[in-house]
């Protein structure tokens, strides 16, 4: 179980004025089970999903993985980790194969491994046109599935995707939903982020609603909904932040 | 600190920013073009000045036709030509200015002779001109002399009653890796300090622009490992860019003629010595300018800061154009500055190896502070914030 403990981040600005990002969110996360982290711009999520990566560490609070502080070892923590977000870039001159394997080497995975995983990856992904070319020239959708592939090379048991589906088509949308649905069967330990309420809705067991960095609900979409019989889920969150 | 993972990183950071044109094109292209053209361009432009200068027709104004009688006389011996110009005390002043004339001459007559000449000094062609026009005068000077002289019987040779005699024993092969000494520290520096900005910009702040630090940040690699994987790529690039541009300044000397002060012969092992010594300061400023552009919001913003810094390293890498500054206890404590006096007395082959280390020892220790600092900066949060 990946359990969020009471986290709040506070960032120092200039002049000294403190930002308040997160303030005291606490849910868990649960393997073959996906948690859909809803909020608008500035809510918060990113900021969430950067601790709970270990790329920033709480003001407060804690990320706890089967039992132990995910700070104390955090490299240990990352290999297992798979992070994406939909502004995610590539090496522009790098090919597909290059930077998977980049990212493979800096997990110490074994070579043989990442030419095998590679191979397959490549083929679920349907990459077939892309192998061997640099990736400046890819579309949003292409350089999408290569920062996938290179998140997977590491068969990660948990993968954080903020915001995976921004600004893609139906069709790429339809791929990256396919694979997290995938590893939601393998037992994957998967949070994601979302602001597109339909997105959330076929796709979360467990969802969080954050808002100005407060956590409003917690809970199973099932709860939710139970909350707010026959409303749908867009006037469900505006309900909840009170707008 | 792993050290698989940071050959890893520095490895895919050579490949990706290999492949980058502008690299190429800046590490390889520009030092190898840039001083052939240089040299040929400057000894070119001084040939033809030198050749402009002495072919040229002396334009001098006069007043008084009785003055020029005795300017004529007195210029008859000149290796140049003449041309002659009535004018008025109003109007030559003008004259000068408009360069229509490079001189104006009065004579007088009095208890003494006294031969005024007016021109504009600033003027470097008149400068030069007036060199040759003050040798016909001091000649004319010398023969009245000796015509008052031998009134009194006094021999012609009086004047020899005291020589100097120079000797130079420096070699003319030594004379020429004088300026050879100059020139390099200076060009050297330069070269490889701005071959380093770029990939240090690139790599930080530049891949933070991309989208592709979070991701990187988020893979099993310690932010330390990712510092100094890219820090020694920014290093081989600066090293690269020094390599190239001392191959080039050392091959365009050789290959200009033997009467060219800029025949300078550079052997390898200096070559190699030159190198060893350049090397520090890449080693310094890849850890400032990687330092700043961690520091910075963006590329541009990086590049703000970088630019005047320049100045920095300009001013003290012209330690070698100065006359009489040598390396010491003192001038080898002083960052750069000593970088510039040790490259030239290695060319001079004078090179002391107490303040080769000195200069190495104080270089490599400024590199390690600025790489904490760099650490330092990596840590922050404001690394992978765009800002507002
Ligand atoms: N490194 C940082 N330094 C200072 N402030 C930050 C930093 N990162 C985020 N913030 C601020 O924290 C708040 C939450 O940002 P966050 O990126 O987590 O929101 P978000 O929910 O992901 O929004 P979006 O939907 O726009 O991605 C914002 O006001 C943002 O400006
Ligand atoms: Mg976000």
Redesign the interface.
Known sequence: MLEIKNVSKNFVLPKKKIKQAVNDVSFEVNPGRIYGLLGPNGAGKTTTLRIIGTIFSPSMGDVIFKGESVFGDPVAHRKRLGFISGNTGVYDRLNPKEIATYFGSLNEIPRKTIDERFERISEMLDMKDLLGKQCSKFSTGEKQKVSIARMMISDPEILILDEPTLGLDVITSRTIVDFINDSKKNGKYIILSTHIMSEAEYLCDDVGIIHKGDLKFNGTLEALHGKYPGESLEKVFFNLIGE | MRR??IT??FK?EV??IF??KRVIFSMIVIPLISFPLLLAGLTAFMQSQVEKVSRETFRISYTDDADLAMIKDVLKNADFEVNYFKTTNESYPALIKEKRVHFHIDYEKAAEETFTVYFDRSNTASDIKYGKLSKSINEYKDGRIKIELAKFNVPDNIFDIVKIKIVNIASEGKMKTMFLGMMLPYLLIILSVSGAAYPAVDLTVGEKE???L?????????RREIVVGKYLTTVLVAVITALASLLSIVITFKMMPESSEFGAKIDFVTFLISLSAIVPITMIFSALTFAISTFSKSQKEAQSYIQPMMMFIIFPSMASFIPGFELNLKTALIPVFNISLLLKSIIMQEVKWLYFGITMGESVLLAAIFILLAFRLFDR?GI?FKGE
């Open positions: 698989n993972i890893t990183i895919k490949l990706d492949r980058d991309r989208g592709t979070e991701t990187l940040l988020s893979s099993g690699a310690t949060e992978i």
